[in-house]
Nanobody, 120 residues
Framework: QVQLVESGGGLVQPGGSLRLSCAAS????????AGWYRQAPGKQRDWVAG???????NYADSVKGRFTISRDNAKNTVYLQMNSLKPEDTAVYYC??????????????WGQGTQVTVSS
């Protein structure tokens, strides 16, 4: 059984920073592609950033230059560093990853989400 667990959300003032973590646990061999998504109240879930197994990254235009996605393969953890936060960044943030388990099977998983609120 594989689980993705996000942490690091919270309340922050505009202009502030947060770092989200997504830790994979269970019978894991490795994480291949991983990404962060967010969903604001009453809106659809949108893609925010992605990172390949080789470390190549991509970002939505709305967060480019402010957010940084990274990974620690030894810890099976993916991070999202969020700087210069704006009220419109307020959302539940979800981690998504393709995980290769010890039986060499790949499946896609979602985390449970972590709330980020940007407000003064």
């Amino acid at each position: 059984q594989v689980q993705l667990v996000e942490s690091g959300g919270g309340l922050v003032q505009p202009g502030g920073s947060l770092r989200l973590s997504c830790a994979a646990s269970g019978s894991i061999f490795s994480i291949s592609f991983a990404g962060w998504y967010r969903q604001a109240p009453g809106k659809q879930r949108d893609w925010v950033a992605g990172i390949t197994s080789g470390g190549n990254t991509n970002y939505a235009d709305s967060v480019k230059g402010r957010f940084t996605i990274s990974r620690d393969n030894a810890k099976n953890t993916v991070y999202l560093q969020m700087n210069s936060l704006k009220p419109e960044d307020t959302a539940v943030y979800y981690c998504n990853a393709d995980v290769l388990n010890v039986a060499n099977l790949k499946n896609n998983y979602w985390g449970q989400g972590t709330q980020v609120t940007v407000s003064s």
